[in-house]
C-alpha cells in the first residue's frame, strides 16, 4: 500500500479572506470598518492571495522534481514521464526477492521449462520447499537433482538470509478408472485403445485436463469429467458403468465417483480397467 499523499491546498481565496477578518476583533477592537475599501482589508487580500498562490504551488510536483525520484529509484532514461513511471511501477511490481510463498513460486516460473510450482513453508524450521513440476510429456514429470540444486541456488541468492530454500519433486496419485462399454459398429480393440489414450492425455499432470494446460495442486477429480470425456469419442453408444477404483484391490465393485487429493499432490494416469463389446456383431445386419 503506497503512502497518502496529502493535499495542501484545500482553502479557497475567499475562505482564507472570511478566516482573517473573522479574527480581527481578537486582535483590535477599535477596528470594526471591515468593507472593502477598506486599507487594512485590502492588505487582507493581499496576504491570502499570496497565501492562496503558495498553497497551489506547494499543493503540486514539478517535473524536474519528478525526474529526480526517477533517478533515485534508478530510471535513467528519456520520454514521456506518464510512460517512464508506468516502466518503473512495473519493475517494482516485479518480485526480484523471495519473501512470500507467492514470489517463490513467481520466481520459480521465471525459470526455464518449469510447468508448475507449488511452494509450501515450514515455519518452525524456517525452511521453504518448493515442488517443482518440469514441462514434460513424461507419465510422471520429475525434476533432475542438476535442475532441483540450479532452481534452489537460485531462490537461495533471493530469499531472506534466514531462509532455508529446498526444491523437491511433485508427489503424484494414480487415478484408476473403470469403463465398462458398447458399440454397435466399431471395432471394441481399437475402441478400447482410443480409450486408454485418451484417459492417459486427459490426466496428465503438466497438460491434461480439460483445457489441456495440466491439473492443479489439490484439485478434486469427479467421474462427470471423464463421462464428458467419453461423450467425444465417436464409436461410445452406451456406458455401463464408470468409476474410479483401487488397482491393488480385487473388490472392484466398490468404486469411487470422485478423488481428493492432497494440497500438494497432482494426478497421473493409472491402471484403468475398460470392458468394450459390440451391442451387435460386426458384419451383420441391423
Known sequence: MG??????DQKAFETRIKEAVAKLPAYGKEWTEYNYSDPGITIIELLAWMADINSYRLNRIRDDHYEAFLELLGHHGSGALSERFIEVQKALETPYKAVTLDDFE?????YPRVAKVKAKADKEANRVSVVVVPESREHDPRPS????KKIAAYLQERALLTTEVSV????????N???E???RYHDPDKLKSLIRDRLQEYLHPVYGGKEKSGWEFGEELHISQIYMLLNRIEGIDTI?????YDADSDVLSKGK???TLGKNVLPISGKHSITVTNIQPLGSCP
Do not use: G
Not at 513467481?106 to 521465471?110: C, D, F, K, R, S
Not at 523437491?168 to 487415478?175: A, G, K, L, M, Q
Open 106 to 110: 513467481y520466481l520459480t516460473l521465471q
Open 240 to 244: 455401463d458403468r464408470i468409476y474410479f
Open 181 to 183: 462399454a458398447k458399440t
Open 168 to 175: 523437491v519433486s511433485p508427489d503424484y496419485s494414480t487415478v
Open 145 to 148: 537433482e542438476a535442475v532441483k
Open 257 to 259: 465417483t470422485t478423488i
Open 3 to 8: 503512502l497518502e499523499i496529502p493535499n495542501l
Open 177 to 179: 478408472v473403470k469403463i
